[in-house]
């Protein structure tokens, strides 16, 4: 079957792999759909950062790159695995795409997304969405029901966003800030109004991103190159500030601002992955006893996501900007999605 493969820094190729083969208790899955990520962008651009090189084989894969990319991917079940009797071939299905060691602290107390040796199909091995077939254990695979799979395949992202508010403590009558209003802010607006927020606000610069925000459902959108944001936030918020605040852009001025227009006793959440060390002035979390937490990916955070897309609380096409087939990867891909950074959002990617 043919695959996209990380061979190195700005070198992805379409290659020929073989075909996985089903094992017991896990699921065959053919791939529909799989979104195009920013971590695959940062692997593109500046990696290997996830993928193991070539002198550092992943703990539990024992691969190196050449890496199959895509961790976003929903698709029908191919075939299953002895054991299996609770799907179907034909199923829609997307599917959670961890490698973990299930021993650690943190798998034996729920939080397997920080396992000591987590690692990502489609990035530390096992392949990957953006090829034809993925094989994975049936605890990683949710059904849909009627939804279709390209919407599947934004389930990943915001479970990613459903993760952040949960983790926060939201609540519908919470006043919530966003920052940033990229693909991973985007969807943290929509989870945000899909568990019930309405009073949402988003801090964006780029005109684009701007409406992207408002259909996403962003109740005010600030712009802080005209604004004074934490001054706006405390007039919105009759000077209370925000309960919850999410930090999705990995800069020291936005954390800044983002602590600072909490609320006394809130919580700043950390969704970024970040390049460098953040300088944190700490008096602005001791003086108003502001939470900051980090949260990373998901952790039994599809079931009830997918359940939140099926009652229509968030409608994922709003998100997909694009479609394309695997053999444009790379220039309709990759490339279209650092020339035009603001106009998209998520490209889908078509393996067969
Ligand atoms: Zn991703
Ligand atoms: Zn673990």
Redesign the pocket.
Known sequence: MKAARFHGRGDIRIEDVPEPAVRPGTVKVEVEWC?I????LHEYLEGPIFAPPADAPHPLTGETVPITLG??FAGVVAELGEGVTDLRVGDRVVVEPYIICGRCDACTNGRYNVCQSLGFVGLSGMGGGFSQYVVAERRWIHPLGELGTDVGALV??LA?AYHAVRLAGTRPDHTAVVYGAGPIGLVTTAALRAVGVEDVIVVEPAAVRKEKAAVAGAAHVLDPTSTDVVAEVMELTKGRGADVTFECAGVDVVLKTAIQSTRAGGTCVNVAIWGHEASVAMNDLVFREVNVLGSLAYADDHRPTIDLIARGKVDPHQFITGRIGLDDLVVGGFEELIRNKEENVKILVRPS
Not at 37 to 40: A, S
């Open positions: 979104g990520c920013g971590t695959d961790h976003e990943e992202p990613v």
